[in-house]
């Protein structure tokens, strides 16, 4: 037997390790041969499952070569995933940790331990649900292949996430979580709010941008007695919306449309909605997206944009080794909350409110990744390992993000005036949110 077959991986990887998470590991490392590096009791430990992780590191010493490891099943997490990111976080952090980087050490000490393990090779092929958009960005067709990546993996694997009310969006938690106000209703509770933020009256047509699954048009519709207009990009999510309101017996009420918000021409609408949309259209398309949802509302018509933010700064560059862009929002892009106000009321839009709900997504988050744990082996046969694994990843270093304050969620309120300035908006915010659903029939 060989010095090298009796040497503990761990104990060859363990210069890899050191230089990229520093000298004092808050997390376990198990290596395929079952030697581990670090402490036994740490909330999080990573198992490489395989020594191709390793190579794919070679390939690819950034985020895209974990991601590719972790995507494949190479690497996998056990433990308290959200602990373990969480002190992986804080060694990321210059003011927390030693930060994790890939210098040019910690590149020699990959090549190092892939020298010493005898498993340097071609590179492994990237997991089948790696993103590879063409043309360009934020054209009509790249668009409508991101939103495909995204969203049509299978409604039946959504169910599992989302949970019954099929609402893929920040919730309200107008109570704290609890048996008795669950998921769904906080999610209800969300699609109530933009209701009465938008003042729905019976009788009104609204435009749904974006409209997931019919959440918030079949609330509006059944609940405010308005006829809406849905579109999406999604052919999974129309189907499921048109049968959810044909099941509602909503068909007239409701049309779902699979269609750009770039191509709808029969305006004008009294109200319009934008729920968790915004986040795909990009920098560069915002004065176009505002132009277009201004140029279909009627004055005194309200739009209600629901997106996520990032912090002020200077815009970041595109990323070709991001996990998110490669694996779960090709081409998403956020923008600070000025950068948003900016644009619309650079197109003619007053913007009368504005909610931060950045806490409420964390706690929507952490539900979404509840649901998916405790529903693994049907999410998993419904999509794939694969899917699951990142859907997983995703959302739980998101809901750090959002508790953290690196990213935000806020519901901006604007109106088109008339040519005189008249906004026909309430005096007062209690007035605003006073809006009250159809008397229910006796």
């Known amino acids: 037997m060989s010095a090298l077959s009796r040497t503990p991986v761990a104990q060859i990887v363990e210069p890899l390790v050191r230089a990229t998470l520093g000298a004092d590991l808050p997390i376990a490392v198990e290596c395929w041969d079952g030697s581990v590096l670090g402490p036994p009791q740490a909330p999080l430990r990573v198992v490489i499952r395989h020594r191709r992780a390793l190579r794919r590191l070679l390939w690819a010493p950034n985020e895209l070569g974990f991601a590719r490891a972790y995507v494949s099943g190479d690497i996998d997490f056990e433990g308290d995933l959200f602990a373990g990111l969480d002190e992986l976080e804080r060694l990321a952090d210059p003011e927390t940790g030693p930060g994790v980087t890939v210098d040019r050490t910690t590149k020699l000490a990959i090549l190092r331990t892939v020298l010493r393990l005898g498993i340097l ?196 560059e595109f990323s070709k080794t991001s996990f998110i862009d490669r694996y779960v929002f090709p081409d998403g892009e956020l923008q600070p909350l000025a950068t948003m106000v900016d644009a619309l009321e650079g197109v003619g839009f007053e913007v009368r409110d504005v909610e931060s709900l950045r806490e409420h997504y964390a706690l929507t988050l952490r539900a979404w990744v509840a649901n998916l744990e405790q529903n693994w082996p049907a999410a998993v046969a419904a999509s794939s390992p694969a899917r699951a694994r990142i859907w997983r990843l995703y959302m739980a270093g998101s809901a750090l993000a959002f508790e953290g304050n690196r990213i935000g969620l806020n519901q901006v309120l604007a109106v088109r005036p008339t040519g005189r300035g008249r906004s026909g908006m309430p005096a007062t915010r209690d007035e605003l949110l006073a809006a009250s659903p159809l008397p229910a029939e006796e």
């Open 121 to 316: 090779g071609a590179p492994p092929a990237p997991p089948a649900e790696e993103a590879a958009l063409s043309g360009r960005r934020h054209s009509l067709g790249r668009d409508s292949s991101a939103i495909a990546h995204h969203y049509d993996v299978g409604n039946d694997f959504y169910e599992y996430v989302l949970g019954d009310s099929m609402t893929y969006s920040c919730a309200y938690w107008s109570e704290p979580p609890s048996a008795d106000f669950g998921l769904a209703d906080a999610q209800f509770a969300k699609v109530d709010l933009v209701a009465r933020k938008l003042g729905l009256r019976p009788g009104m047509r609204v435009l749904d941008v974006g409209c997931g699954w019919g959440t918030f048009a079949l609330h509006a519709a059944r609940e405010y007695g308005v006829q809406v207009v849905g579109v999406t990009l999604s052919k999974e999510q129309a189907e499921y919306a048109t049968k959810r309101m044909a099941e509602a017996g909503l068909a007239e009420a409701v049309e779902i449309r699979i269609q750009d918000y770039r191509d709808v021409q029969d305006g004008p609408f009294d109200a319009i909605s934008s729920i968790g949309m915004a986040e795909h259209v990009g920098t560069a398309m915002l004065p176009i997206y505002a132009a277009d949802l201004y140029a279909l509302l009627k004055p005194q018509g309200r739009l209600l944009n629901h997106a996520i933010s990032r912090r002020p700064g200077p815009r970041p």
